[in-house]
Nanobody, 124 residues
Framework: VQLAESGGGLVQTGDSLLVSCTASGRTLGRNAMAWFRQAPGKEREFVAAIDWNGRTLYSDSAKGRFTISRDVAKNAQYLQMNSLQSEDTAIYYC???????????????????WGPGIQVTVSS
């Protein structure tokens, strides 16, 4: 399974950005997927997750600003980020669980597949 992120880049404070993740090698429609991020000098942290049934889970920093979604037909997931702040600057990673029908979860070590990451930079 390969995951590939796209849509990152440089934006201004208060802007919006949509990052996408496309999977290949396996259909992940029944698998929980998530977004994590890692800022310079910090550990990787959970951002948002979505399960096979559309249930979602967000970090406190993402609630109310970010929306995770998925398109089963396209084998993809998305993260719509609004009201971006400088502290959102990080490499954003797409992740997926190998087992099916699991709830969304925030522990990174429960995810089996990872994308290479994509840079999101928010400039003030």
């Amino acid at each position: 399974v390969q995951l590939a992120e796209s849509g990152g880049g440089l934006v201004q404070t208060g802007d919006s950005l949509l990052v996408s993740c496309t999977a290949s090698g396996r259909t992940l429609g029944r698998n929980a997927m998530a977004w994590f991020r890692q800022a310079p000098g910090k550990e990787r942290e959970f951002v948002a997750a979505i399960d096979w049934n559309g249930r979602t889970l967000y970090s406190d920093s993402a609630k109310g600003r970010f929306t995770i979604s998925r398109d089963v037909a396209k084998n993809a997931q998305y993260l719509q980020m609004n009201s971006l702040q400088s502290e959102d600057t990080a490499i954003y990673y797409c992740a997926a669980v190998a087992a099916i029908y699991l709830n969304p979860r925030e522990q990174a070590n429960t995810y089996d597949y990872w994308g290479p990451g994509i840079q999101v930079t928010v400039s003030s």
